[in-house]
């Protein structure tokens, strides 16, 4: 149990308000619950959440110690009440989420927290999986990401043998990653694979794509297949054979085709007819494909997992699946 004295500056405040501030990590579901318990009360007794607080009064809190620490993207689990994930596959030792476009893998901002690791982690604290007060330093992490504008399939490590294993097996290129994507245009040839070098223009965000090596410019490789076409549009699945930044939007754009929706490397122009206000690319599909030793993962070996639902490819290409 904590105690709080009132002092003058927040005399006049609504006592779940103070609380809020006070101890910012609570949850204001649980704020609220913890009021009705009586597990907050005032001067020793329990009160209405919009009873209005006077200096000297005396708050209780029968809260847990972790929710007292300082905020942080560390522990910003605690103030999540409702996760939300959209779990494609869990075991033991993986979770795979299916990431909204618009959702951050990791905080942009200092106190950012609701994004796609903060919502994990508070989903299997809550299951009581993953129990930070003992452990050392681990904590569930993701093992890869992607755009905020980007869905798809993310992968989080719930052990840190796990962990381990896959930032091994990405370095050395052991998970086969695959995109949906709508491109203006139609490709030709209608399958094929893009080669060349990225070089990332760090100040703008953005890569350049050359065709030749040069200083600071990495080799990048996207092997695509139209799977359909209509409307001067084109659905298209790309492999990526290669990691880099923008990859599939700077070498679609490189080649003729952009993405819809993309105003980095897109054309407003075409954009602004469909009304799209993101780019419209989903890794919809991944495999693991290992090649060594995999040790507590090898049973994940040869296994494929596909996401339920792409909307913008049923939107503009209803039935798209049976290209697959």
């Not at 597990?39 to 972790?66: F, M, P, T």
């Not at 203006?184 to 694979?193: I, M």
Request: positive net charge.
């Amino acid at each position: 149990m904590k105690e709080l004295i009132i002092g003058k500056n927040d005399a006049g405040k609504r006592l779940d308000r103070f609380v809020g501030g006070a101890v910012p990590l609570l949850p204001d579901s649980l704020l609220q619950k913890y009021i009705r318990l009586k597990r907050i009360k005032l001067n020793g007794r329990g009160a209405k959440r919009d009873v209005r607080l006077a200096a000297g009064d005396r708050v209780q809190l029968y809260v847990n110690d972790e929710f007292f620490q300082v905020p942080s993207e560390e522990n910003a689990y605690l103030k999540i009440s409702t996760p939300r994930v959209e779990i494609v596959y869990e075991d033991e030792h993986i979770l795979l989420a299916d990431k909204a476009p618009g959702v951050l893998c990791h905080s942009a901002e200092p106190w950012d927290y609701n994004t796609l690791i903060t919502n994990i982690q508070a989903y299997l604290y809550q299951k009581g999986e993953w129990k930070p007060a003992e452990e050392n330093a681990f904590a569930p992490a993701l093992c890869n990401r992607i755009d905020r504008n980007t869905g798809g399939i993310v992968i989080a490590a719930k052990t840190a043998e796990a962990l381990r294993i896959l930032n091994e097996k990405i370095r050395v290129r052991e998970l086969d990653k695959f995109y949906l994507c709508v491109v203006t245009g139609r490709p030709k040839p209608a399958s094929g694979l893009l080669e060349g070098f990225i070089w990332k223009d760090e100040r703008k965000n953005q890569v350049l794509v050359r065709r030749t090596p040069c200083p600071g410019a990495r080799s990048a490789a996207t092997r695509y297949r139209t799977l359909a076409s209509r409307d001067g549009l084109s659905l298209l699945e790309c492999e990526l054979l290669t990691g880099r930044t923008h990859q599939i939007r700077a070498q679609m754009a490189d080649a003729g085709w952009p993405l819809l929706g993309d105003g980095k490397y897109g054309s407003e122009r075409t954009n602004r007819p469909f009304d799209e206000g993101r780019q419209l690319l989903y890794s919809y599909k991944l495999r693991f494909a290992f090649r060594t030793d995999a040790g507590a993962l090898s049973y994940l070996d040869g296994r494929t997992f596909t996401v339920q639902k792409v909307p913008f490819a049923e939107k503009y290409f209803p039935g798209w699946q049976t290209a697959l």
